[in-house]
């Protein structure tokens, strides 16, 4: 015990601390002591003062002692230092009270004194930036407003940004009135074109659409597809509809719903032939013309467009205001200028395409949006389908219904094709099943001849026939097309198709087996 006092007692006389040490018996050189703190007093009352201060310090990292230098600090180090760079007070803080003086301060520039027993700020009547009234922020908004509109266009913007800020702006001030001068800025901005492939005409002088010469006229039997022969891509979005080119089927049509229209080569080496650009929101619908020379498409930015598929021309532009569900054009030679669309608005319009963009004619007796238009007794009349679960038949040109079908077990049609005999139609039913009408004298459900299996419910899976009119096929939601026996109504064969829905399916004109198929993956496919 006599070696270990010792060994305390030449250990204070090294330090130089013996008189802090018996003036203080709390103290301790030991390592494993905690830094001495001293409790402060008021901030009203004077600083305390200590005759000597500490020439040592416990480093906490370290965990020995370290020598100080007390003349470095001068005469203002008047308290003892329990950390490297001075005195550490205990202080105790919520978060959120921190976050809110911190952002306070970096805000409006002052912030609340911790040490005060109020929270806030007397002198700014205790405004932060978590209680400013409503009313503050909303003129504050408006200042800020103002000064951005007095600013206008900053000056160091180059001429092409300025040109393209301006477009911009006037663009959107246009919207947001409502008036028609955006419609057709938009228009005037985004309808373009694009040719994809070598050559528009070929040594001889025919166009890119002309039909190949050794295509045969009819499609005299037809059979099931089992695989998979090619696949188009090139739309960012779904794929909404299909057409093949009339009569030969050169050509398939494709309207996505990344506003796009695209036409495909199918008999040479399955490239985009050209791109069609000229909506601003996805195509609805598409028709061709009986010689393929022109086509509609409809798109939900409720706009009708002309096109002239050669050249990619806008031949003229439709609208009522409201969305376009469904385009057709007059199938007689004689009428090809006639072009009927089913609104959301549940009427049917009529134009005519060489006297401008007037309305001849409309059909207003739906309860629903029309979903379709389909021509029957040599194109005499026209039966339309719509949301409002029903079926009309209309004589062409009159606005008078001449038979309507509503039945209270009847679910919405969204699809509705012809039989290639023109005695029948097949109607795409939401209760997950293919129905069939007579288009005689009676125009009557066909009670015994119904076609089901797939699952349909919440989408306009498109439903058609074989040339031969021997199969009847559909997509469904999983992306399978069923194919149909038109006599048995019995399932012959299920193809999987696509990994979304697969929402439309042609048959080639003049090809026996083969099918394309689109859905909303992005994808056409091409079936054998």
């Given at each position: 015990m006599d070696l270990l006092q010792a060994y305390y007692d030449q250990l204070d006389d090294d330090l130089g601390c013996s008189e802090d040490?018996?003036?203080?018996?709390?103290?301790?050189?030991?390592?494993?002591?905690?830094?001495?703190?001293?409790?402060?007093?008021?901030?009203?009352?004077?600083?305390?003062?200590?005759?000597?201060?500490?020439?040592?310090?416990?480093?906490?990292?370290q965990q020995h002692l370290v020598h100080l230098n007390p003349n470095f600090y001068g005469p203002q180090l008047s308290c003892i230092r329990n950390h490297n760079l001075g005195f550490v007070e205990d202080a105790s803080i919520e978060p959120f009270v921190f976050h809110e003086q911190y952002n306070t301060f970096q805000t409006y520039g002052y912030a609340a004194d911790p040490s005060a027993s109020d929270v806030g700020c007397i002198e700014h009547d205790a405004v932060s930036v978590y209680n400013v009234s409503?009313?503050?922020?909303?003129?504050?908004?408006?200042?800020?407003?103002?000064?951005?509109?007095?600013?206008?266009?900053?000056?160091?913007?180059?001429?092409?940004?300025r040109k393209y800020a301006e477009e911009y702006y006037a663009k959107k001030k246009g919207a947001l009135r409502?008036?028609?001068?955006?419609?057709?800025?938009?228009?005037?901005?985004?309808?373009?074109?694009?040719?994809?492939?070598?050559?528009?005409r070929d040594y001889q002088g025919r166009s890119w659409i002309a039909p190949p010469s050794y295509a045969k006229a009819t499609n005299e039997y037809c059979f099931t597809p089992k695989r998979l022969v090619h696949t188009w891509s090139g739309h960012t979005k779904g794929v909404s509809a299909i057409r093949f080119y009339p009569r030969y089927g050169h050509l398939l049509l494709s309207a996505g719903m990344d506003s796009r229209v695209k036409i495909w080569d199918v008999f040479n080496y399955g490239n985009c032939m050209r791109t069609y650009m000229g909506h601003s929101e996805a195509v609805r619908d598409i028709c061709f013309s009986n010689d393929g020379t022109k086509f509609l498409s409809a798109s939900f930015d409720k706009n009708i467009k002309y096109w002239d598929t050669e050249t990619g021309q806008v031949i003229s532009t439709f609208s009522t205001g409201k969305v376009p569900y469904v385009v057709k054009l007059n199938p007689d030679e004689d009428k090809q200028n006639v072009l009927l669309a089913g609104m959301s608005d549940n009427k049917i319009v009529q134009w005519d395409v060489n006297e401008g963009k007037k309305i001849t004619q409309k059909y207003d007796q739906h309860l629903g949006a029309v979903n379709t238009i389909t021509f029957v007794d040599n194109n005499r009349r026209f039966v339309t389908s719509s949301d409002g679960k029903s079926l009309r038949?209309?004589?062409?040109?009159?606005?008078?219904?001449?038979?309507?079908?509503?039945?209270?077990?009847?679910?919405?049609l969204p699809s509705v094709s012809l039989h290639p005999s023109s005695n029948w139609l097949a109607a795409q039913s939401m209760d997950n099943q293919i129905l069939v009408y007579s288009t005689g004298?009676?125009?009557?459900?066909?009670?015994?001849?119904?076609?089901?299996?797939?699952?349909?419910a919440g989408h306009a899976c498109q439903v058609n026939f074989s040339p031969d009119?021997?199969?009847?096929?559909?997509?469904?939601?999983?992306?399978?097309?069923?194919?149909?026996?038109?006599?048995?109504?019995?399932?012959?064969?299920?193809l999987k198709c696509h990994q979304g829905v697969c929402i439309g399916a042609e048959w080639h004109p003049l090809e026996q087996s083969k099918v394309a198929t689109c859905g909303w993956d992005g994808l056409i496919k091409y079936w054998d």
């Open positions: 040490h018996n003036q203080n018996p709390n103290f301790t050189s030991s390592p494993e002591a905690s830094p001495p703190r001293l409790l402060l007093q008021a901030k009203s009352a004077a600083p305390p003062t200590v005759e000597k201060t500490f020439s040592t310090l416990i480093d906490p990292t409503q009313q503050q922020q909303k003129k504050k908004r408006r200042i800020e407003k103002r000064k951005v509109s007095e600013e206008g266009l900053p000056t160091e913007l180059t001429e092409e940004q409502g008036g028609a001068g955006a419609d057709k800025s938009e228009a005037i901005l985004v309808e373009r074109t694009c040719f994809h492939g070598k050559e528009e038949v209309w004589e062409f040109g009159i606005p008078v219904v001449v038979k309507c079908i509503s039945e209270p077990h009847m679910y919405s004298e009676k125009f009557q459900l066909e009670k015994k001849r119904r076609f089901s299996g797939h699952v349909v009119g021997r199969f009847v096929f559909s997509g469904d939601s999983e992306g399978r097309c069923w194919f149909w026996d038109w006599k048995s109504c019995k399932v012959l064969k299920t």
